[in-house]
């Protein structure tokens, strides 16, 4: 079972009986303030510093097949990953290609959004497309948080990641793979970013203008959220807005490692692809379009659970945030969407995510899919 532990000091209690480190990080770990105390953490059990970071954002099968030369060549028995979701996953690729499911796995993240330090799931590219690889063996064994990483993100990212981490809470919550556990972990971590975003985005001395959605009326009825600002992690404590945010993410992703992503995701891979959205953007301007779409037809309910239960669980997720109060959100980040081409809206309806459509609780059809992302993009067919 992974263990997840806070501060970076945390690492060398994770390294206990490793012997050969390799670490794997992305183009941002030079600028990262914990790079010296991970440096520092891997040469205390006397492992040289084997550092792979010749990979890209969106990492191709060829790089972590490098990954993997080095990895064999030098008889490493741990991998620490650093970075973002690209790092994690590549570390990730490079135990299941090397066939290595005993090596041990400790990554940690450098922002708060994908939760993959948390998840059984990573993605690379092979021969030019997106490949999802699910398998239980990557789960890391250890995550580390370390909420002082977030200080120096440009505040676009930390939105775009935030975004992400809110909608996976989101659409774990409604999948037709969640379970009583599931549930439990999505509600905590949507009420942990919505009590706590303004505060985390402001930390940084940039001013937003505090209208509706940042005072937290984005249910309509005030700020009812309901976390006080208690760690979960450490009851008892009251944490910083990053840190809950961190912590939010983290349970975002144990969510949807339980019951993976919806419709939003499904249809969010095309618009980066497309228009070079960052994934948090594309699947935030995405969700409430879908989620109107969902409350409209809920009598197509495929969740074997009914269209009853379904109906329950939007009443629930309506007492933190509507499709409205999303909108207002997203106006308040200034996460707009991009304008559509003529043809745009076919090629996105064809592109739509067969394997993240099928965990929706209310099928949608290619037309459909042409409506609903006419309107993400406010274009008239």
């Given at each position: 079972?992974q263990?997840?532990?806070?501060?970076?000091?945390?690492?060398?209690?994770?390294?206990?009986?490793?012997r050969k480190?390799?670490?794997?990080?992305?183009?941002?770990?030079?600028?990262?303030?914990?790079?010296?105390?991970?440096?520092?953490a891997?040469?205390?059990?006397?492992?040289?510093?084997?550092?792979?970071?010749d990979?890209?954002s969106?990492?191709?099968e060829?790089?972590?097949?490098?990954?993997?030369?080095?990895?064999?060549?030098?008889g490493?028995d741990?991998?620490v990953?650093?970075g973002?979701?690209?790092?994690?996953?590549?570390?990730?690729?490079?135990?299941?290609?090397?066939?290595?499911?005993?090596?041990?796995l400790i990554a940690?993240?450098?922002?708060?959004?994908?939760?993959?330090?948390?998840?059984?799931?990573?993605?690379?590219?092979?021969?030019?497309?997106?490949?999802?690889?699910?398998?239980?063996?990557?789960?890391?064994d250890?995550?580390i948080?370390?909420p002082?990483v977030?200080?120096?993100?440009?505040?676009?990212?930390?939105?775009?990641?935030?975004?992400?981490?809110?909608?996976?809470?989101?659409?774990?919550?409604?999948?037709?793979?969640?379970?009583?556990?599931?549930?439990t972990?999505?509600?905590?971590?949507?009420?942990?970013?919505?009590s706590?975003?303004?505060?985390?985005?402001?930390?940084?001395?940039?001013?937003?203008s505090?209208?509706?959605?940042?005072r937290?009326h984005?249910?309509?009825?005030?700020?009812?959220?309901?976390?006080?600002g208690?760690?979960?992690?450490?009851?008892?404590r009251?944490?910083s807005?990053?840190e809950?945010?961190?912590?939010?993410?983290n349970l975002?992703g144990?969510?949807?490692?339980?019951?993976?992503?919806?419709?939003?995701?499904?249809?969010?891979?095309?618009?980066?692809?497309?228009?070079?959205?960052?994934h948090?953007h594309?699947?935030?301007?995405?969700?409430?379009?879908?989620?109107?779409f969902?409350l409209?037809?809920?009598?197509?309910?495929?969740?074997?659970?009914?269209?009853?239960?379904?109906q329950?669980?939007?009443?629930?997720i309506?007492?933190?945030i509507?499709?409205?109060?999303f909108?207002?959100?997203?106006?308040?980040?200034?996460?707009?969407?991009?304008?559509?081409?003529?043809?745009?809206?076919?090629?996105?309806a064809?592109?739509?995510?067969?394997i993240?459509?099928a965990?929706?609780?209310?099928?949608?059809?290619?037309?459909?899919?042409?409506?609903?992302?006419?309107?993400i993009?406010?274009y008239?067919?």
């Amino acid at each position: 079972m992974q263990q997840i532990l806070w501060g970076i000091s945390s690492l060398s209690d994770a390294l206990s009986g490793s012997r050969k480190v390799l670490l794997v990080c992305d183009s941002s770990y030079p600028f990262i303030s914990i790079g010296p105390r991970v440096e520092s953490a891997i040469s205390g059990v006397g492992s040289p510093l084997l550092k792979f970071s010749d990979f890209a954002s969106n990492p191709l099968e060829e790089s972590v097949l490098k990954g993997v030369d080095l990895f064999t060549k030098e008889g490493c028995d741990t991998l620490v990953a650093v970075g973002g979701g690209s790092s994690i996953d590549v570390a990730k690729c490079i135990k299941l290609y090397a066939k290595a499911p005993e090596t041990k796995l400790i990554a940690i993240p450098t922002t708060a959004g994908t939760g993959s330090e948390s998840t059984r799931f990573a993605v690379i590219y092979a021969q030019g497309k997106k490949q999802s690889i699910t398998d239980d063996c990557i789960v890391p064994d250890f995550a580390i948080l370390e909420p002082s990483v977030l200080e120096s993100l440009p505040l676009y990212q930390k939105k775009c990641t935030m975004m992400d981490a809110l909608c996976q809470g989101l659409e774990s919550w409604w999948s037709v793979n969640s379970t009583d556990a599931s549930r439990t972990i999505s509600r905590r971590a949507v009420q942990m970013i919505l009590s706590n975003w303004h505060e985390y985005l402001a930390s940084g001395g940039t001013h937003l203008s505090g209208g509706v959605a940042a005072r937290g009326h984005v249910n309509g009825r005030g700020p009812t959220f309901g976390w006080e600002g208690w760690s979960e992690a450490e009851p008892g404590r009251k944490v910083s807005a990053p840190e809950a945010i961190m912590e939010a993410a983290n349970l975002a992703g144990q969510a949807i490692c339980i019951t993976q992503t919806t419709a939003p995701h499904a249809f969010s891979y095309k618009l980066t692809s497309m228009y070079g959205l960052p994934h948090g953007h594309a699947v935030a301007i995405c969700l409430p379009e879908i989620w109107d779409f969902m409350l409209a037809n809920i009598e197509k309910c495929s969740d074997p659970r009914g269209a009853q239960y379904l109906q329950g669980v939007f009443e629930e997720i309506s007492q933190l945030i509507t499709p409205e109060g999303f909108r207002a959100l997203l106006a308040e980040l200034e996460l707009t969407a991009p304008s559509a081409a003529e043809g745009d809206i076919a090629i996105l309806a064809a592109s739509v995510n067969p394997i993240r459509l099928a965990n929706n609780p209310v099928p949608i059809s290619q037309q459909e899919a042409g409506e609903i992302n006419s309107r993400i993009l406010k274009y008239h067919i």
